[in-house]
């Protein structure tokens, strides 16, 4: 899936490996995120695929490697994009705990919901001043897909927060 993201921010134009890491944190990392140690060897292979070209340029004093997306390039992820997409219902580790918070103390266990609560907050807030960021500069309507990504992860946050808070009002009623 990375190799996938890379091509597509280089449809938009050529990025470093820098560049893309910003785009990735700050376009894509609410669903897909990925370190420096991952973008840059997979920047290598698609280098090496051809799917991807690469330049130096000296920007302020450094020496600075651009990547630049191929025609191969272009091919292989427009055509990857027109495949259906396949529903995943994995993915969700947060879940594998809550699952197996039997085993821990009630007590623990509504401390450790309380704290993932509150960083799924947060990850909520960042979001959605994002897209109130997006809708004070930027024409909604000419980026209906962009936009629509933000909806779903704000919407998907909000049910993840409703979600543990049930849980937490659940749990907290019980009996020892």
Not at 39 to 46: G, H, V
Not at 65 to 77: C, N, P, V
Request: include cysteine; glycine fraction near 4%.
């Amino acid at each position: 899936m990375l190799e996938y993201i890379i091509l597509g921010f280089l449809m938009k134009e050529e990025m470093s490996g820098y560049d893309l890491k910003q785009w990735m944190a700050n376009c894509t990392s609410y669903f897909f995120d990925a370190s420096f140690g991952s973008i840059y060897p997979a920047l290598k292979r698609l280098e090496e695929k051809g799917y991807i070209s690469c330049h130096e340029v000296v920007e302020s004093s450094k020496f600075k490697k651009l990547y630049a997306i191929t025609d191969m390039g272009k091919t292989s992820f427009l055509s990857w994009l027109e495949t259906p997409i396949v529903f995943s219902k994995t993915k969700q580790e947060h879940l594998v705990h809550f699952y197996f918070y039997q085993y821990l103390p009630k007590e623990k266990a509504i401390l450790n919901l309380k704290t993932f609560i509150s960083e799924v907050e947060l990850c909520f807030n960042q979001l959605s001043k994002q897209k109130s960021d997006l809708e004070e500069a930027y024409d909604v309507n000419q980026l209906t897909f962009v936009y629509s990504t933000m909806v779903y992860g704000i919407r998907y946050y909000q049910f993840i927060i409703d979600w543990c808070k049930n849980l937490l009002i659940q749990i907290e009623g019980e009996k020892i």
